[in-house]
């Protein structure tokens, strides 16, 4: 509900806003897709703005689908990757998430697609600037992805734990180079894409209610 009026308060000229306090609790993408739709459909029911939303976001759980398959085939059987991808769609969460205004599928897609990416950045590294420019895409892939659902940043660490253990492994010596080449332009492309809204919510803090309202700001619970 709250994607949903921060969507009518884009469509209103008042920005990503709830009850005209700036909203800082989820990144902004969810709603702006929202508010895409209803300046297209509106939100009539039963075959317009609403019907739509979540069309839209079931076709991105179609996606997600594909990639979480293509990406379990390269570590599993085959038939095994198709079994989960299977299990997956026909899960009664999956499709009650497919069908509803929120971030968890398309947030969940845009994760499977990022690691898709770095798939392909490793199978492109063979050169310093492949290897470089390869990792800017990833970071700005995460980056984005994490205007969407903010837990998409922990690919970073995640990518860069995986590419060190395999630096590693393979017994290479020369870290200086690799970490300039393979590490630097994820973590910085990534971070630089995400900044303005980190920004954003540093400049935004929300006002303190007057009694303790749960989940008023994520900094107060973690503090």
């Avoid at 085959?78 to 299990?87: D, G, R, T």
């Avoid at 809204?197 to 107060?220: K, M, R, T």
Wanted: proline residues 6%; hydrophobic residues 55%; positive net charge.
């Amino acid at each position: 509900a709250i994607y949903v009026a921060c969507a009518r308060s884009i469509l209103a000229g008042d920005g990503y806003s709830y009850l005209g306090v700036p909203f800082t609790i989820r990144p902004p993408a969810t709603s702006y897709l929202t508010a895409a739709i209803m300046a297209w459909r509106g939100e009539s029911w039963p075959l317009d703005g609403w019907w739509w939303m979540n069309l839209v976001t079931s076709c991105i759980g179609i996606a997600g689908i594909v990639w979480m398959y293509l990406h379990a085939r390269t570590r599993v059987p085959v038939w095994l990757a198709w079994l989960l991808a299977l299990a997956v769609w026909f899960s009664t969460p999956y499709q009650e998430l497919c069908n509803q205004v929120m971030s968890d599928v398309p947030g969940a897609a845009l994760v499977l697609l990022c690691l898709g990416l770095e798939r392909w950045a490793q199978a492109h590294a063979s050169t310093t600037q492949r290897a470089w420019w390869t990792g800017v895409v990833v970071g700005v892939a995460i980056g984005l992805s994490t205007y969407m659902r903010s837990i998409a940043i922990l690919l970073v660490p995640a990518i860069v734990a995986a590419r060190s253990f395999a630096h590693w492994r393979s017994g290479q010596k020369n870290w200086t180079a690799f970490v300039v080449r393979r590490l630097v332009p994820l973590v910085a492309a990534a971070w630089l894409v995400k900044l303005p809204w980190d920004l954003y919510v540093g400049a935004n803090p929300p006002p303190i209610p007057v009694e303790q309202n749960f989940l008023h700001s994520y900094c107060i619970l973690i503090y």
